[in-house]
């Protein structure tokens, strides 16, 4: 992995600090917040939202894998670039108001300044808005680097090409970035010049992006946030949490925030380390198998579920009445009737967790059809299927850095006291 390290040499000019904490913190957590779904007040899907949701979505993963070809030297396993050409998000982006993304507090720099970022692991950069930002960038808090003591200029560049032909781009810096009271330092950083309309505020409420995936599929390449805190001995275990869920969402770092899950935890190994990929062993329709033997990407920055087009149609031929909608919604969308959603499970490590009818359900095609868009939608973006929070809003997930392996628990009721935390959070946020 040529480069991957490149930014170690750099140390020299980021002094490390030689404090080390008595007692590292045991997990702290992040609240999360969540902004709107793809659904009017009547329930009716809109497709230019869900189809933006694809591109960013094929944008991202092609990005990742067009990196790890550059970090590794070699092609993605699960890259179907052979089959053909590689996924491309072809269609520009609409305008929508508020992409639909988890996100929460990260501080950067000296004296640290607080900047909203979106916990993505499917990608591996932190990307930050520059105070030179001219594209795209209005709206968002700028990084400083002039104004912190701890900003190193790396001098160089970074490009984000995405496949509508946008790019982002900028210059990398190494600072401290802190979340939750876990301090990375000198941690690469992209403090972009140019902003796309993915990353407009509009879209995109967040001021950046933290990725929380592996270093081979890191644009810049360097270590990624998650990566630097084990390495600098920060974190009790190598290992995070997230739990995506409407009422009460946190990321946890430092292992796994045990009280928010109930049950056995299915752990599966990632199976290649680049994204967090893993073997999916069935998606059942009602309790019965209709494919098996998958492989999924663990993605938090995604509301959506997306399979290649094979598997996906074999998914939809187990469920009676259902519709290719390629015709009314957009290219790689399915229909289910809206009178008979069925219960949708999917099985990691021999458990199988489901996805509720409602949730399932991603809203009416029109205001009086009797279709709904089924939550799992096709993309030839590679042999895998992309999981986002559609299914992680239903389970407890834990990415296990150390033992690199990812777990699902069912999520344990809410209590009292976990409301009242989430509320005493929430007056936080707000
Ligand atoms: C960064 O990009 C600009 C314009 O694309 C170029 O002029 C400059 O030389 C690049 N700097 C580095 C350090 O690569
Ligand atoms: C997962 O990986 C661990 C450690 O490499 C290994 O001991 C275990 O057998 C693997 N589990 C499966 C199901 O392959
Ligand atoms: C859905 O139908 C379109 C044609 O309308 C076709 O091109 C596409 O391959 C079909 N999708 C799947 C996943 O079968
Ligand atoms: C699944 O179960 C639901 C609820 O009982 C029912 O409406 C639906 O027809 C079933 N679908 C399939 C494919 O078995």
């Not at 913190?25 to 779904?37: A, D, N």
């Not at 929460?104 to 990608?123: A, K, Q």
């Not at 900028?170 to 403090?191: K, P, Y």
């Not at 972009?192 to 950046?208: C, I, N, R, V």
Request: aromatic content about 8%; overall charge negative.
């Amino acid at each position: 992995m040529r480069n991957l390290l490149g930014s170690s040499i750099l140390l020299l000019s980021c002094a490390l600090s030689l404090a080390i904490p008595t007692e590292p913190p045991s997990g702290l957590r992040i609240p999360l917040t969540k902004r709107r779904s793809l659904v009017d007040e009547d329930g009716v899907i809109s497709s230019d939202a869900l189809q933006n949701e694809v591109n960013i979505l094929t944008m991202k993963l092609h990005r990742g894998l067009e990196a790890f070809e550059r970090n590794t030297g070699y092609l993605h396993p699960k890259d179907n670039i052979e089959n053909g050409k590689r996924a491309k998000g072809a269609d520009p982006l609409k305008e929508i108001q508020d992409g639909s993304l988890w996100q929460g507090d990260v501080f950067v720099g000296t004296p640290p300044r607080r900047f909203t970022v979106d916990f993505d692991t499917g990608s591996s950069d932190l990307l930050l808005p520059g105070e030179d930002c001219t594209v795209d960038c209005q709206g968002h808090k700028r990084y400083k680097p002039s104004k912190s003591r701890t900003a190193v200029d790396l001098n160089k560049n970074f490009t984000i090409s995405f496949g509508d032909g946008s790019t982002v781009q900028g210059n990398q810096f190494l600072d401290t970035v802190t979340i939750a009271g876990l301090t990375a330092e000198c941690q690469t950083l992209g403090s972009a010049t140019q902003y796309s309309l993915g990353f407009a505020k509009s879209e995109f409420p967040p001021d950046g992006l933290m990725g929380l995936a592996f270093p081979s599929v890191s644009v810049f390449p360097s270590s990624p946030f998650f990566q630097t805190l084990i390495s600098q001995g920060k974190t009790t275990k190598p290992e995070f949490s997230v739990k995506l869920s409407q009422e009460g969402s946190e990321l946890f770092l430092g292992g796994t925030d045990e009280k928010l899950g109930t049950g056995v935890t299915a752990f599966s190994n990632v199976t290649d380390v680049a994204f967090w990929q893993v073997n999916m062993d069935s998606v059942d329709v009602n309790g019965t198998v209709a494919v098996q033997g998958l492989s999924a990407i663990i993605d938090t920055g995604t509301t959506l579920i997306i399979g290649d087009p094979t598997t996906v149609a074999q998914f939809y031929a187990a469920i009676p009445g259902s519709k290719n909608a390629s015709e009314s919604v957009g290219n790689g969308h399915f229909t289910v009737p809206c009178d008979t959603i069925p219960e949708v499970s999917l099985t990691f490590g021999g458990i199988s967790f489901s996805i509720p009818p409602d949730e399932f359900n991603r809203g009416r095609v029109s205001k009086e059809s009797l279709d709904c868009i089924g939550g799992i939608s096709a993309k030839n973006l590679g042999d895998f299927w992309v999981i986002g929070d559609l299914f992680l809003q239903t389970v407890l997930t834990t990415f296990d850095v150390g033992n690199l392996r990812v777990g699902f628990a069912q999520l344990a009721p809410t209590t009292a006291e976990t409301d009242l935390r989430d509320s005493m959070l929430l007056s936080q946020t707000n």
